[in-house]
């Protein structure tokens, strides 16, 4: 039981069977143990604990806070090989991108530490004499993370992180199907706080669970902020509870992403940001590859290359060297790429690939044949977020028309062009553009960097995580004056004078 | 008929009576004229229109689109003497306040030209060779802009003159109760538009009527950003069919602001600060001070002398110099003035004022004495913003008691302190203090400078408008990265190759 | 005598002849006026006029000191069309230019008036319990401001409008051939100042006169801040007078700036640049296109059409529509423009044009045709600033090497390339690129936008005049840390304890 | 031999004698070891190295090179306690004081691996259609440091660790005095840069010598970037050597601190504040605290209290614990210290303290009873920079007046004022107010935290260290516009139309 000595380096001693959350690898359908829950009716507590350590957190110097998380930084680091081969087991993806999850959330410990001495406010001219005018960024309160099973670690680090450096306390919902990495996650970061000293208990809880333990969390009134990743469906819930009593959401749901490839475009790179981009993770990225629009004129040059580079991919165990493309999560995955593969068929798409692979090797898992699909026109099951390795190949004639066709989906995360023309690629980053929240030029939608700020508009739900100043999401603003004069002149000049 | 002139003055030729919105002045009740409306089945037009606008306005320069507002501020300033007294005559608040809130416009005009140089995004190290990230602003859409009768100029122009220069067209729906200004502000808007020569059409639609407009409106796919000021009832309707398509809200709801008054506080600025922030337009400001909380030893000075200076407040025509207290705006704000009176006294209040005013004079119109409310605690009715010109008294022994106080309100506004001990002022805006989102020393709660970021969280919404980068609130994000090498790095050093 | 009535209107009667600066037209030599000096001997008493209206004028709150920029800004609008005459009378460059010289000073005032509420400081993360750290820019002190003929009222507005809104008031010494513009400058400020009612006196002071007033300027104690325009020979002795006094330098000085056409240029475009940058001003601007840079396989097809261009470029009187090109400022010009021609032909460069024109017409005026000069290398000559309309033309085979030859001068004020390749484009603009301060694809390298930061390091002096963050210079920076606690703790987390 | 062990662990095995520089503890004099030179010769090789280490460094991407700071943080984290003690051997602070250098090394290692995904530039709203403008930052090229005794290696990290990550190398000149603890930083560095991998050699070259060697490094044309701390006679030597050659200088220089004593004042928190700043280091922090001004009536209560707290200070040896005041670093400080007193004296003051301590235990080292010294006026002697724990002590009635004392000194380093009135602490902040860089309420003028920027104006010289935006002093702008379109419109609306 090779997996048992992974969890049990990373601390997790788990009951193989009982009440709980039955974890099963994707990979091969074993079983991984058994994670206990946090029933909904405890979340009132969670949160008065979470509350309790804002009460603390809040006035420890944020760049004590920092040490915190350069700690959980240097314990990641050490953790990385094991925490990422665990990703793999629990969620599927390849080694390597397990590796390179733990990797990222190495960089925005580091990010965060960096920022834990900046947090700027602003001082500002005042129109008063005597009197001083200032911003101030101060701690929240507790932030419930939500988290998707396909980024198990990187998505909670991202707001961890910059949460605790911001004074706030975490409280994460992980996915139901990925409990494990959360605990190991918990695990780590207790070894932090250990070496930190004296931090306030319950800066951070994990609550394992099913859908009502999300809804007690996203109602809690000592919850003010709720970030949350996954499908639009879930988003729409979660902001429309947040909605209701006024506090903030962090929303990264759907993404539908594209690629311009323009007439210019290196197409030995093209292809190989395409593969990686729309096969990698075996299509269950948030900013996978979803929508290739290749212009007529390099159609027939580019999608032969592109069947050619598909068919070559080698698809299997993802823990195994050399694999990239490892199983979908799970039979819901597949029947829903099945689905999609047949309407798009039915809108008069012809689909190369897409069926099950390694099937006799994994009876309990399921493997796919990343699939192509060239399409007449951007029909319904186009503009859908399909979570499986599908790309939809539209062709286009001018510029204008392939960005309009990249606009016209519900979704706003991620876009790309490839081009050397510096027009098209700054038209396609210009107001007029692309209307995702990233916008590349010659590289794939996918793997972004932390130092930017991550997320986009329209359904995929206007939050910002990772870098820039995503920070202020997790931190409230305060405008003061400050007036040290001893008189008390009005703003706009008003006069408004009690006889005394 | 003066008024006459004066609407005529601004462009404003209305009929006295027939279908639309019957204005009447609060001042003495008469009839100042009949608004057209637009019917709620016409806004999916009005928001195809600017999105018509939007789509030329987007890519106007924004220095060009910041002359645009450059134009309408000096029109603002010709119009200032008549646009204020249309604001006295219409919502009843005094001469000085209505010129007031047109300097504010033009604040708010001159910050927003120099912005439209600005907008500034960041370029961003990036973790990969041959890489450039950076970050843009680009314009977001339409914006619509929902104001309250209490400001109903300046509000609008906070919204509109960083909206017009960030590239979005505004379509805006005034209070019922306040048309009139609102069509003045179209025409002096025309005027700027008439010299700028070469602006799109319809990129100001201003919409009158009832509350099915305004949910037509904020119901509208075409209208990514809505900027709502009002009630909490009424934001929180804003933000869930904001959140249900996942547009973006600008709220600017409830605040129930208090100010503690220390004992080293400078009590005649109090006095004169309470005095205008307490009563001025007749307590109907969002950020009017509605709650007291003085040190015990310092009460039985205050106390008294606050008495003296409410007794002697000229109320009465708000046209008239000298008269500092105008109106109530109708009748139901006097009803709920008179029914929050009567709780405050059945939960131990001692009421000192708040009876009716005038009412020989104007029979027809709302005048009532500003009312001090020495209370026993802090009960529910005082938790509540009724608006109205009540001032609720609550007692502290220490400074931690009273931040208690002050937070314990579902409101987040604005909030003060009279204090000259640095530690209690310093303390009050610190991360543990004040949770408003304007904490002031030394000046009371309302009268905000346009360079700030005007705005609060938990019931007052969490939007920001005016200064500070409130600016981005209009537009997208946009991260992007330019990748000019031959090569294709991942981030966070993932491998990934394809043999092909 | 038009120019007489001219002057008139702009507030200027001077006599004829006498004690002071004789200006003489460089269209045609005729005596314009002249002007009156201060003697070197009354800078101190100046100087300190500048430090009581610096007393005043610092706590003066920074928005209503934009007021006064606002309404300098409506002034230059009124006066544009007549100052623009002036100083094409005055330093010769065509009237178009002289317009756009004024739009410059109107552009940097609307944009100082938005930074009147923005010269935003920091709010810090403080490492100590009980802290509050920020950061803020105050006024700094006198501002002198030692400007150029070549641009002789937009440089003075640059530094004045950030100057005067930064609490800084400005002693001018314009250029001894440009006493005129600066005299009208002063009248148009005055205009501003009476309608602004309350600044203090002496916040401009011009002071005309030859190299021991400047010199008396810049060694003055009472004046921190030196921002001087000019040759590199000026900007030297400037900047070790004002170091030796530890004041602050902001340094515009030589360019030697270059074009590099790449293979994929639009040439069309690329002769328009060319022509502008390189002929426009007659080649006096510290922008001046002075190198082109062209690639091998293009240089044939450039070449031609260039030298067509100027050929077709109309010379003449630079007040008469259509004329593109005016007179050299002096004969001093003249003959260094034929020392550098003759030194080039040494060097083995093939001279096109170049000769005086329209010696005839205009005896007394040195009108010149512009000069191509194709160069075997980029010998001293080239690497020398001839202020005058001379054109080296270098070829290269690698974008590299192209990059290496823009580098290898002393100066590095503004470079451009034209491509429409992104990878040359993002290589030009990358850490490893062009080493300008200013560095533009696809326009040339004169022509700046107010809104980004101009000047550049190496010869051209380091300073940094105009928009982005360069309002900068003109404040002083104070870094304070508040300890609202009682308790004493230090950064570090030093221990030092008195037995006390 | 103790300090052998502790040098060895530090990586120096260094000979007794020989040629270089002999250093000697100023704990007892006893000698340490002779520090290889480089000679002067050499200097232009140096720079060359480094500068072809800035040409691989540059293109290394940002948050690569801050991996490499990372690693030099935890280096110094492995090194703290013998660096730390290396420190005070070599120097003579206190080893808590030694400590506290070290740590501010790490953290602005930590501070500036936070940058290395920062280093912001703008992206910035152009006027013209089509045209996107940003300002980047670059690396500047190899950065000379040259630091001085008294803060031995803290002030090396402030410029290297930014410097670094800004993309340049660092050629190190320390204090002739303390060449040992700058090798033990070279071997520490090394020690990352093993661990890194792959960087270029020569990001640090450290050159100890005399004044010949700090000299021929100021004058290499191919050192871009000086950072001079030390004296202001040294600092004007520098500046004028790097103005000569439009090099950027950044000068840390003298200090003469003051702080003031307000009636408010906490008196038991000054005394502590005063003690740490002004005999700490032995008076020998370029913050150290130089002057008391006191209000009158708190004079009486404060002087005694601070004699008695003087005279209770522990002077001896700095390496044992308890020990408060270390040795003066030499016989010239001590005898500068005796000629100051003399002034004084001869000015009218009267002396407490300032004689030799210690003389029979360590008949060659140099310890001190501090000085407090009651001056009769602010004379030239308190108005001079005496490096030596000599507290002048002043008296004021009114804020203006202790402000205006405050200011009247030639430096302008740091600053405080003690009081808990909020006016009066504004008023020191303000415009009006201290004329310092850094200016603190309530702590006294030395123990600056990281996260601010660290320097000042006047005498002080001007530069900018550490916090804030501090590392845009170790990069160059660049302005860039790109042009997008198939236009060429110009900036300020210009025409310039060729016919062709």
Redesign the interface.
């Given at each position: 039981m090779q997996h048992r000595d992974l969890l049990s380096r990373l601390g997790l001693e788990l009951p193989a069977d009982g009440a709980g959350l039955s974890v099963r690898s994707p990979i091969d359908g074993a079983a991984l143990g058994v994670a206990p829950v946090t029933p909904a009716s405890e979340i009132p507590e969670v949160a008065a604990r979470a509350q309790r350590a804002f009460?603390a957190w809040?006035?420890?110097?944020?760049?004590?806070r920092?040490e915190l998380v350069?700690l959980l930084g240097e314990e990641l680091r050490d953790a990385k090989e094991d925490l990422g081969r665990l990703v793999t087991l629990e969620m599927g993806k390849i080694f390597?991108?397990g590796?390179?999850?733990v990797?990222?959330m190495i960089?925005i410990c580091?990010?965060?530490?960096?920022?834990?001495?900046?947090?700027?406010?602003?001082?500002?001219?005042?129109?008063?004499?005597?009197?001083?005018?200032?911003?101030?960024?101060?701690?929240?309160g507790p932030c419930a993370v939500i988290s998707a099973f396909n980024f198990p670690v990187a998505v909670w680090a991202w707001n961890a992180a910059l949460a605790l450096v911001c004074?706030d306390p975490v409280i994460w919902k992980p996915s139901e199907k990925t409990p494990l990495t959360a605990l190991a996650c918990q695990r780590i970061f207790e070894r932090a706080v250990a070496r930190f000293g004296d931090a306030p208990a319950d800066l951070l809880q994990v609550v394992n669970g099913g859908r009502d333990v999300g809804e007690a969390l996203v109602a809690s009134p000592l919850v003010?902020i709720v970030s949350a990743t996954g499908s639009?469906r879930m988003?729409?819930e979660v902001?429309?509870k947040?909605?209701?009593r006024?506090a903030?959401?962090i929303?990264e749901?759907g993404g539908n992403n594209a690629m311009i490839v323009a007439p210019s475009a290196?197409l030995d790179?093209a292809?190989?940001?395409i593969?990686?981009s729309a096969v990698?993770t075996c299509g269950q990225r948030c900013t996978t590859l979803r929508r290739l629009i290749v212009h007529k004129d390099v159609r027939d040059t580019l999608l032969p290359?592109l069947k050619?580079?598909y068919a070559?991919?080698p698809i299997g165990n993802p823990l195994e060297s050399g694999v990239?493309v490892g199983p979908l999560n799970d039979k819901g995955a597949f029947d829903g790429m099945q689905r999609a593969l047949e309407q798009a068929k039915a809108d008069g798409g012809t689909v190369t690939g897409g069926g099950r692979a390694l099937a006799d090797q994994y009876p309990d898992a399921w493997y796919v044949q990343p699939a192509i699909v060239e399409m007449p026109g951007q029909t319904d099951i186009v503009r859908h977020e399909t979570f499986a390795p599908i790309l939809y190949v539209l062709t286009y004639e001018t510029l204008e028309e392939a960005i309009a066709l990249q606009n016209a989906v519900p979704q706003g995360l991620s876009s790309c062009i490839f081009?050397?023309?510096?027009?098209e690629?700054?038209?396609f980053?210009?107001?007029?553009g692309?209307?995702?929240?990233?916008?590349?030029?010659?590289?794939g939608p996918s793997?972004?960097?932390?130092?930017?700020?991550?997320g986009g508009?329209?359904?995929?739900?206007?939050g910002?995580e990772s870098?820039?100043d995503a920070w202020k999401g997790y931190m409230?603003?305060?405008?003061?004056?400050?007036?040290?004069?001893?008189a008390?002149p009005?703003?706009?000049?008003?006069?408004?004078e009690?006889?005394?």
């Open positions: 009460e809040r006035s420890v110097p944020a760049p004590r920092g350069r390597q991108e590796l390179g999850e990797q990222e960089d580091d990010f965060a530490v960096g920022l834990s001495r900046q947090l700027y406010g602003l001082t500002i001219a005042s129109e008063r004499p005597g009197h001083a005018m200032r911003e101030t960024w101060h701690p929240m004074g003010p639009t988003g729409r902001a429309l947040v909605a209701e006024f903030r959401p929303l749901l290196d790179m292809v190989r940001a593969v990686f990698g290359r050619a580079a070559s991919v990239l081009t050397t023309d510096i027009r690629a700054e038209s980053l210009s107001a007029a692309s209307d995702c929240g990233i916008a590349n030029v010659n590289i793997g972004a960097e932390i130092g930017g700020a991550f508009e329209k359904e995929t739900g206007g910002r870098g820039s409230r603003r305060q405008t003061a004056t400050v007036n040290y004069s001893r008390l009005l703003a706009q000049g008003i006069k408004f009690i006889a005394g």
